[in-house]
């Protein structure tokens, strides 16, 4: 059994995120994403499972910034979640003042906050479970969690599904040192974060060598470097594996390309999207066009 | 004297923006950055001011968000302010367990906080000045405000300079209805937001239209269109002005490209740069040869 590091505490959605992408695993709750993240580069653990997008809210900043620093981690799995929100108090509570939940939660229930709490003060937390335990001790009136938090905290349910978006769902990521990647499935996703050089074209450029050899992108993230304004680091995915030819082929023009490049993973996609290969684009005409190249240069073929 | 809606209340760095911005007319608090920009399209304000960018934090989400919604609205102007942040507390206050500040300025002192507050509770306000607000009327402990927010509320200094990045900016917009223009300087910045058709390449050609006609990105953020996960809007500043025909040929083949596009303003830009233009892609070269080709049309040339 190997130790899984999670944004926790218990009760959080990426607990259960983490029960469905390593079930039968020791979890530990990690308080922040950089700490679940820095347990995985410690060997404190085996692998971490953080959130990575928000169908309403969009790229959890926290674990892009985690992963384009210190020693690379490689994602090799993913599940989606649909988000419900729950708010719970303690029981009793008749004037609610203050709502605490971590930012992302608050801002996917601030317009329910607003016409059914209104004048209540909300608190950013590091976690919606974290709020929950604020809560419970008496710190804080209400709490939005998971709907599970209720079983794990002195609690009870005051409104449920209060996200203002209905549907939205939460992308997680399970992370590990770099090592075996994942067999390919056909219907893979492949992350990169890439420093492209700082000039006229250079992020169409890089766009364009996926595009060319057919490859769909998935999800674009710009994140400033922190060291000039106006300098940025891409984060890309994309549909394929790097194991197939005409992914490795993107990656090796990337690589040429881009002043840093560095691969986040190769893993199954869960949202059962399928990946469709435009003519020309196939695993098989990167293979034949190697040959042909080959035979040209031995003189066999013309 | 026109009337300016700015993301209040007064002692926010967005203050001392409307104040760089548009010195001389009235100002208007409002406490949100949705309710700064609905100001103006309900004709309350002439033009409000709100953040848009972060060096060390990003974009500002709400702002994007706002801007893609509802009626268009043009940014005229921009400024560019150091941020400077300081730990405000009532006076004789010992012990900090509630820290409170806008999530922006929260993420920007989280290291400073670990270490010098240990334990104290990050709390989520909708502005700097707000956590003084609730600071100053007892509800939290300690406020991270702009500096100048001491002047405003009776709180004492308790640090100065706590921000984890030194030199970390914000840049903040002038916006109006759509209506006259700024003139061209030479030295101005366009900025759109476009949904690229959800097919293979679509973004790298989109970014190709840019880059063809010489045009320099500045800035590229994707945001969720909320609707299906994997659909994003793009928020693309660019270097030029509408006015210029590189510019206006550029807009008119996004135009042509895009399910969607918005223009979101062409204004100087506060940052100091220069717009270098590559050979053939000058405003005189796109004339030239919109001339030539109708000569050619005409039979006079060839």
Redesign the interface.
Known sequence: MSRIAYFGPQGTFTEQAARRLASGEELIPAETIPAALAAVRSGAAGAACVPIE??????V?ATLDSLSEAEPLVAVAEV?LPVHFSVLTRPGTTEIRTVASH?HA?AQVRHWVEANLPGA??????STAAAAV?VAEG?FDAAVTAPVAVEHYPLEVRATEVAD?RDA?T?FLLVRAPGELPEPTGADRTSIVAAATN???A???L??E???R???????????T?N???E?RFFIDFEGHVAEPRIGDALAALRRRCRNVRFLGSHPRA?N?TT?I?PGAANEDFTDAIDWVQSVRKGAQA
Chains 1, 2 share one sequence.
């Open positions: 928000n169908s309403v809210e969009g790229a900043t989606l930012p608050l003060h909300p608190v950013a937390t590091s604020a710190e978006v769902k992308r000039r006229t074209g992020l169409a450029e766009l364009t996926l595009a060319v057919g490859i769909n992108l998935t999800k674009l993230d710009a994140r400033p922190r000039n304004f106006g940025y949202d999207g469709e435009e």
